[in-house]
């Protein structure tokens, strides 16, 4: 088992996206995607956050939420349990990235970029609902072959 975080992060209306094209043996290769990764060992899902998103990006997230958690399942990789947030306040100054190119791309563009099936579907759901939710992707090899959602209410 396998535990993430994974940030999209804001900014006139633009996400910052890694296009993952550095790194040897990657499963994302050619991928576009948020920034994040593994949980070191004690580390919080906030922790992991803040460290990777500064490790990728030379970015000190300042405004942060937790939107959901996402279970990926797969026939060929281990189970992973992905905290997802979305991010928009910061400082600091763009780096270079050794996983691959960061770009600031206009969310209405995002889902015509090389993106896994499943991501299309959470990024959809950042965009359509305020709220926290859960999301199981199943795939077989690169194909999401099921997926469902549990939306949770917010307060008010």
């Given at each position: 088992m396998r535990l993430t975080t994974l940030c999209y992060i804001e900014k006139d209306g633009k996400y910052l996206m890694l296009h993952r094209t550095k790194k040897e043996n990657d499963f994302n290769k050619d991928k576009w995607i948020g920034v994040g990764g593994k949980f070191e060992p004690d580390e919080t899902p906030e922790e992991c956050l803040l460290r990777e998103v500064k490790e990728e990006t030379g970015l000190t997230l300042e405004s942060y939420s937790l939107r959901g958690i996402i279970t990926f399942i797969s026939d060929?990789?281990?189970?992973?349990?992905?905290?997802?947030?979305?991010?928009?306040?910061?400082?600091?100054?763009?780096i270079?990235?050794?996983?691959?190119?960061?770009?600031?791309?206009?969310?209405?563009?995002?889902?015509?970029?090389?993106?896994?099936?499943?991501?299309?579907?959470?990024?959809?759901?950042?965009d359509e609902y305020r709220g926290f939710f859960s999301?199981?992707?199943?795939?077989?090899?690169?194909?999401?072959?099921?997926?469902?959602?549990?939306?949770?209410?917010?307060?008010?």
């Open positions: 060929i990789y281990e189970t992973e349990y992905m905290y997802l947030y979305t991010a928009d306040k910061f400082s600091g100054s763009l270079d990235c050794d996983e691959g190119e960061l770009v600031w791309v206009e969310k209405s563009k995002v889902p015509t970029l090389p993106l896994w099936e499943g991501d299309s579907l959470f990024l959809a759901l950042l999301m199981k992707l199943k795939y077989m090899g690169d194909a999401l072959v099921e997926h469902n959602v549990v939306k949770y209410k917010t307060e008010g």
